[in-house]
């Protein structure tokens, strides 16, 4: 998508710039206020803590997929962990989803044997159902 | 317990009873035995398995039921919730959700709680004080399909609301079943909003279905208003 590929451009964007030198930026107050005049440069000293925003940044950005930046002014969010329904109801099916869990307590609401009505089992269309399986079936195959 | 929050929760909707007396010491006993086997639970740390299908959060199943024939003063609700077990993954999901009865087969006045792990199913967790609860009103026959798309829209992230979600009850009751999602910020307008707008989405309510908003505190208020039990809600 777009906001990968913007992702992508900025981390190798930003692996080759060096927070810790003082660099050139460009007053925008001054461009929008004085725009007659030409921009004039403000040589800042950035502070050594951006360094390690850097740092994490880029990390973040190299760890984790997905990832959407909103500014480039080191605002950006990590997408959460999200599944549709079809996707989580396609899981029920492998086999380690029927495994007994290890800590179950003795329990009257806990059955000693899987609990076979699954919503999904009557309320799910056939047919998504088993394209839920197959997709299913190929994650497990990776 | 004995603090403002041993009242009594009168909405049912998954919430607490009031606890004025002592426990005998044979139920002293068994609360202890049961503290222990949940103390067990509790320093398992469950991570999601090699080749699982990690969730956003760590979540915990919880079940209460008040003991028939009971007063129900007798019993502190804390005292009366019990831990199932906690999972880090989709499949660690599965596994306990197969192995658990659904609530259209519960019987009595109980109660299943799925939280985020760390997050107690009570109105005084630091999580819960400051939040609220979208209340749903289930017909009998209902609330096995209302939970299960409830949870799995939950566990999915759906509500697209950060870290507001705290959990998610059905509670079992005589004549009607109840549904209820609980929320970090009763006074976030915005985040209250989206999350009405997804349960009525994933549970494909119809547009006149009332859905109540309550807030833990209006809660707490009404319970202590309500004291000394009385009887059914």
Request: hydrophobic share 35%; proline share 5%; glycine share 6%.
């Amino acid at each position: 998508c777009s906001n990968c590929e913007q992702v992508l451009f900025d981390i190798e964007s930003l692996k080759h710039l060096k927070f810790a030198d003082t660099r050139m930026e460009v007053s925008r107050r001054r461009v929008l206020l004085r725009h007659l005049e030409p921009a004039r440069p403000l040589r800042r000293c950035v502070h050594s803590d951006v360094g390690n925003a850097h740092f994490y940044f880029t990390t973040y950005l190299v760890q984790i997929e997905d990832t959407c930046i909103l500014d480039l002014g080191f605002l950006f969010s990590v997408e959460r962990i999200s599944y549709t329904r079809e996707v989580l109801i396609g899981l029920a099916s492998c086999p380690e989803a029927k495994k007994r869990p290890e800590y179950l307590p003795d329990h009257p609401i806990v059955g000693r044997k899987i609990v076979l009505d699954l919503f999904f089992l009557t309320f799910f269309n056939q047919r998504n159902r088993d394209c839920a399986l197959e997709f299913t079936a190929s994650l497990l195959c990776k | 317990m004995n603090n403002k929050f041993d009242a009594l929760k009168d909405d049912d909707s998954g919430d607490h009873e009031q606890d004025q007396g002592s426990p005998k010491d044979s139920e002293k006993e068994k609360l202890e035995e049961d503290d222990k086997e949940q103390n067990i639970i509790k320093r398992k740390m469950v991570v999601p398995g090699p080749g699982e299908h990690p969730l956003q959060y760590n979540y915990t199943f919880w079940y209460s039921r008040r003991t028939p024939g009971r007063p129900a003063s007798t019993q502190s609700y804390e005292q009366n919730i019990k831990q199932i077990g906690s999972f880090a993954s989709v499949e660690q999901f599965w596994r306990f959700y197969s192995h658990m009865i659904r609530p259209g087969d519960l019987t009595g006045h109980s109660d299943f709680h799925l939280f985020k792990e760390g997050i107690k199913p009570m109105w005084e967790d630091d999580a819960n004080k400051m939040g609220g609860k979208w209340i749903i009103r289930l017909r009998k026959g209902l609330a096995s399909r209302c939970w299960e798309n409830l949870i799995l829209a939950m566990l999915g992230e759906q509500f697209m609301v950060g870290e507001e979600i705290c959990g998610a009850v059905v509670s079992v009751r005589f004549q009607e079943d109840i549904i209820s999602i609980w929320n970090k910020t009763a006074s976030d307008q915005a985040t209250t909003a989206r999350i009405r707008d997804t349960l009525r989405r994933v549970l494909n309510l119809p547009p006149n279905t009332i859905m109540e908003y309550k807030t833990h505190t209006d809660s707490i208020k009404y319970s202590l208003g309500r004291l000394p039990w009385s009887g059914e809600c």
